[in-house]
């Protein structure tokens, strides 16, 4: 069985709509797993925080990357595509995170190594179950990977 | 005027052809020449129409002069006329003929016999002429046409474009309208909802039915975006058209409608339904739509819905026939609009857009859709498949 972490799960939400931000936050709240949420608002700003460059020289390095696909700038597409073809950040888990049901978006992400693609609910209960099924998922039902980069 | 040359090593024979030129012949000029060379070099400097040859002449004779007159193509065309002694054997004619000679003419010439066959080649002449402006004009008519077709395909070609240019915005469209439009509505819809959690409590039962009313209209907004957005689709996401088995394609669309199958205890029928060159995904969702609608739309009876088919001259017609409540025939057009509705989402839950899409999708199919119905007496919808297998855009 999977042991509870000794630290907190660090997650990276990458999200300009701060309203969505507010509600990923709500929806955390009430879980029972100890978590740090890093915010973000542009994919520059993603890159950055990965890369510990400029401010984010102190970042963490996340568990997991909730990546939201439309960005101002360099969008969420780009942001995977980056992530994705990079040696040391490509084994943290994106769970695309959209308010896109659009076909080719969803292919395109899954094609670019997505490790999940979730369309946000319209409905408040439903977009919290889908947090804490995120949660519930990723770090207590997953095996990830040693936190450490390559 | 017509360039006769006269070639003949006697000048009292040039002499009298001159003569007989002035006198009878005025639409010609005649130039004379005493030697084969010599006419070949007025040949060269400037062509003749015609050129009326003595055959035995010293030096190069008349028929080497023909000889060469029609090996060079610049002057292949000259109208040769031999003119052979009284006493010439066949022989010589014949050498004469495969030289290329037009016509023969005897000594002493004859008034009568010269101006005849001048007159006979000038004619000739003309007629060639004639000929030439008509293949001519021919010539330019073709390449008209060849413009003209040019013109018609760079402007199919320009149109092509066009197409497939508003076909992207129209893409565009619909990415903003599934993406974009989605976003502020669940913004709207989440914080009424989460309004309504929070302060439940510190809220009376009238604002309860308030938040109510937001939420409902915000989910009711997404359905209705969605719903654009498949509509819009169907001629931009359509696939090319391949044989599709329409009683396969029914057995998947029923498996999908299964929970409504038997939430509804409805009885699905069909008879032998037969194979069409489709777009099979849309083609699924018209059966689908239609036959949703015949459970939706049912009376106090179980739903009971039959499909059949019928080949006509280039076609197939299907129909689905169902025992529900009927359409009013003052409807039977406006059913086809989107987001038409014949009743409140109290009685029957919806955003109008199944029977239009269906419209839409049998349209791309080069067919038509109607429905035949009376209100109590149950439905049948119609569609026409064409047997062609073009999509229409």
């Given at each position: 069985m999977n042991q509870a972490p000794l630290r907190p799960v660090s997650i990276l939400l990458v999200e300009d709509n701060a309203g969505d931000v507010r509600l990923i936050e709500e929806s955390l709240k009430t879980y029972k797993m100890r978590n740090l949420l890093h915010v973000v608002e542009d994919g520059d700003q993603a890159l950055a925080f990965l890369r510990r460059?400029?401010?984010?020289?102190?970042a963490p390095r996340p568990d997991l990357i909730l990546l939201d696909?439309?960005?101002?700038?360099?969008?969420g597409r780009e942001v995977l595509a980056e992530v994705k073809s990079d040696d040391d950040l490509r084994r943290i888990p994106v769970v695309v995170l959209t308010g896109s049901s659009a076909e080719e978006d969803i292919i395109r992400s899954y094609e670019q190594h997505a490790n999940c693609y979730i369309t946000k609910p319209i409905d408040l209960d439903q977009f919290s179950r889908m947090v804490r099924g995120i949660e519930e998922f990723w770090f207590a039902i997953v095996k990830l990977p040693p936190n450490v980069s390559a | 005027m017509a360039r006769l040359l006269a070639v003949d090593d006697d000048p009292s024979n040039l002499r009298m052809l001159e003569v007989l030129v002035e006198q009878y012949l005025p639409q010609c000029e005649l130039v004379t020449a005493s030697s084969g060379q010599e006419g070949l070099a007025l040949v060269a400097e400037q062509p003749v129409a015609g050129a009326l040859v003595d055959?035995?002449?010293?030096?190069?004779?008349g028929i080497e002069v023909c000889r060469q007159l029609k090996a060079d193509p610049s002057t292949a065309h000259t109208h040769v006329i031999l003119v052979t002694a009284y006493e010439a054997t066949s022989e010589l004619k014949g050498q004469g003929l495969e030289a290329g000679a037009d016509d023969f003419i005897t000594k002493p010439i004859g008034t009568v016999e010269f101006v005849a066959k001048i007159r006979v080649m000038l004619r000739l002449i003309q007629a060639e002429e004639d000929l030439r402006d008509i293949a001519d004009h021919l010539e330019e008519l073709v390449e008209e046409r060849t413009k003209d077709l040019e013109r018609a395909r760079a402007a199919l070609t320009k149109h092509a474009e066009e197409l497939a240019r508003s076909n992207a915005e129209l893409e565009q469209f619909a990415y903003v309208a599934s993406h974009d439009l989605q976003e502020p509505l669940r913004m709207v819809a989440s914080y009424v909802q989460l309004l309504e959690q929070r302060y439940k409590d510190k809220l009376d039962s009238e604002a309860n039915e308030f938040i109510e009313y937001a939420v409902d209209g915000a989910l009711r907004m997404q359905k209705l975006i969605d719903g654009l957005l498949a509509y819009s689709r169907v001629g931009t996401r359509g696939k090319e058209f391949a044989p599709t088995d329409t009683e396969a394609l029914l057995d998947d669309v029923l498996v999908n409608l299964q929970v409504a199958i038997e939430e509804t205890g409805a009885v699905v029928t069909h008879d032998p339904l037969p194979t069409v060159p489709a777009d099979d995904v849309q083609l699924a969702r018209v059966f689908q739509n239609l036959i949703s609608n015949a459970i939706k739309f049912?009376?106090?009876?179980p739903p009971r819905v039959h499909i059949s088919a019928a080949q006509d001259a280039d076609e197939w017609v299907f129909s689905v026939r169902d025992n529900g409540i009927g359409i009013d025939p003052q409807h039977h057009e406006r059913?086809?609009?989107?987001?038409?509705?014949?009743?409140?989402r109290r009685q029957y839950p919806g955003i109008g857009v199944g029977a239009t899409i269906a419209r839409v999708i049998v349209q791309r199919h080069d067919g038509r859709i109607w429905v035949e119905s009376e209100p109590g007496k149950g439905s049948t919808f119609y569609f026409t498949i064409s047997t062609r297998g073009e999509p229409v855009s």
């Open positions: 460059e400029g401010d984010y020289s102190d696909l439309s960005l101002p700038g360099k969008d | 055959v035995n002449m010293p030096g190069m004779d049912r009376s106090e009876e059913i086809f609009t989107l987001f038409q509705r014949l009743h409140t």
